[in-house]
């Protein structure tokens, strides 16, 4: 995730700088600073790095405990702070950075590295409302914002927009393999998946109908349609297991909160 949001920021040009501290920096990370897009700091220390507006903690949930001490140096150096943890509190940051840090967290997801996504911010109890404009100013360039005024939903958030992209791509994924089972080729059937599936993307995106109402559009009475979607909403099918899918995502965010 952090990844791609660097490539929503590089992309969108509307930072003066971005510094990123990496000691152990990933390819995309190494492109961008070889083309001169960020600066790359390997060494976790901050002193090394000139006032700046806000501090973006892209860490692992797991790895948070870990890096007390570079919390407690970000708290002493950023002015507001956004995480994009999943799980990890704004109560439980606040705690390792000190000193009544403003602490905002950002669930993004990875199609906002085209501009794409959506993100949902939840402001904590220091933030100010010059902190809330510039979180949004921040997150904006990578698509919609929505603002959550119960934190206890970000587990929810993560579950459904947070981990959806994957839940998509594997839509993709399972729709070339059935199209390969019916005889397709493969590069055939991968096409017609991706396209398929970024289509009714864009098309729902763009059309304010209810989504229920573009599904009947499709479906014809009696139709391919309506046989295929008689397996997907049987009991065992589609919609059970997304609601499935989505409480066990929902469940593993409220876990690691516990673990931190």
Known sequence: MGSAL?????????????????????DTVNQLAGDKAIELIAESGLRQIPEIAAAVLAMKPQTIKA????????????PLVLSIAAGVTTSHLMAQLGRKPRVVRAMPNTPGAIGKGITVLYAGPEVEPADRRLAQSLMSAFGEILWLKDEALLD??????????AYV????????????????????????????VSGAGALVANDPRP?????????????????????????????????????????RGKA?????
Not at 10 to 16: I, T, Y
Not at 67 to 78: M, N, P, T
């Open 169 to 196: 791509f594997l839509m993709v994924e399972a729709l070339a393999a059935a199209g390969r089972a019916e005889g397709l080729d493969a590069a055939t059937a991968e096409r017609l998946a991706r396209f398929t």
């Open 67 to 78: 890096e007390s001490g570079l919390l407690q140096e970000l708290g002493l150096h950023a």
């Open 211 to 251: 989504a229920e109402d573009l599904r009947r559009d499709v479906t014809s009475p009696g139709g391919t349609t309506e046989a295929a979607l008689g397996v997907l909403t049987a009991p065992d099918g589609l919609v059970n297991l997304m609601k499935r899918a989505v409480a066990a995502a929902t469940e």
């Open 256 to 260: 690691l909160g516990k673990n931190n």
């Open 156 to 165: 929810a958030v993560t579950a459904v927009s947070g981990s959806g992209p």
């Open 6 to 26: 660097l490539r929503g920021w590089v992309a969108a040009r509307k930072l003066d700088k971005i510094y990123v501290v990496e000691p152990y920096p990933s």
